[in-house]
T-cell receptor, first 114, second 112 residues
Framework: ETGVTQTPRHLVMGMTNKKSLKCEQH?????MYWYKQSAKKPLELMFV???????ENNSVPSRFSPECPNSSHLFLHLHTLQPEDSALYLC?????????????FGPGTRLTVT | AQSVTQLGSHVSVSEGALVLLRCNYS??????LFWYVQYPNQGLQLLLK??????LVKGINGFEAEFKKSETSFHLTKPSAHMSDAAEYFC??????????FGTGTSLTVIP
């Protein structure tokens, strides 16, 4: 596998379910990101991890819970979601260290909350 | 603060015609600018980036963009559109903490 992978690619869940999204990067990067992409809106940055430490949480509801066990893996745990949480969830990674580096994106998980 | 405005949420061009997608930015620091492309059911793929130096930047698939500081613009162009260019295009600016700020995207349709 190369680049950034995400599983599952599609997920349908009820509002009372608990599920997790997984992201893995094979690029040797030290920063990982979760974004939410909704129609007609800019990408919304949700969480940022640098060297496994969370450095950004952009006022994301607590029903979204990130986990970063190491620099290569990132999870987004979901529970008691709302229909408005239906969106494409994108994971990205980048280098870090005093420069501004491009981010590399995974293919996304299309989430539908019923 | 950083922000990006993409003028035109939808652009249609004929196959073989010039592609011009507009991006204007606001940045409190010297900007690093990016163009990404998103094909259906896929993530974002980097087309090109501007950091410092030469203001005309060439990217993949024949695209290029020119950084114009006086106009705070970073428009994306391609001399001749191909059917495979149909996709969503996003302009972005990053801040010193490497946080990215994306525009709302421009959907490009190529008419045969």
């Amino acid at each position: 596998e190369t680049g950034v992978t995400q599983t599952p690619r599609h997920l349908v869940m009820g509002m009372t379910n608990k599920k997790s999204l997984k992201c893995e990067q094979h690029l040797g990067h030290n920063a990982m990101y979760w974004y939410k992409q909704s129609a007609k809106k800019p990408l919304e940055l949700m969480f940022v991890y640098n060297f496994k430490e969370q450095t950004e949480n952009n006022s994301v509801p607590s029903r979204f819970s990130p986990e970063c066990p190491n620099s290569s893996h990132l999870f987004l745990h979901l529970h008691t979601l709302q229909p408005e949480d239906s969106a494409l969830y994108l994971c990205a990674s980048s280098r870090t260290g005093g420069e501004r580096y491009e981010q590399y994106f995974g293919p996304g998980t299309r989430l539908t909350v019923t | 603060a950083q922000s990006v405005t993409q003028l035109g949420s939808h652009v249609s061009v004929s196959e073989g015609a010039l592609v011009l997608l507009r991006c204007n930015y606001s940045s409190s620091v010297p900007p690093y600018l990016f163009w990404y492309v998103q094909y259906p059911n896929q993530g974002l793929q980097l087309l090109l980036k501007y950091t410092t130096g030469a203001t005309l930047v060439k990217g993949i698939n024949g695209f290029e963009a020119e950084f114009k500081k006086s106009e705070t613009s970073f428009h994306l162009t391609k001399p001749s559109a191909h059917m495979s260019d149909a996709a969503e295009y996003f302009c972005a600016v990053s801040d010193p903490g490497n946080q990215f700020y994306f525009g709302t995207g421009t959907s490009l349709t190529v008419i045969p």
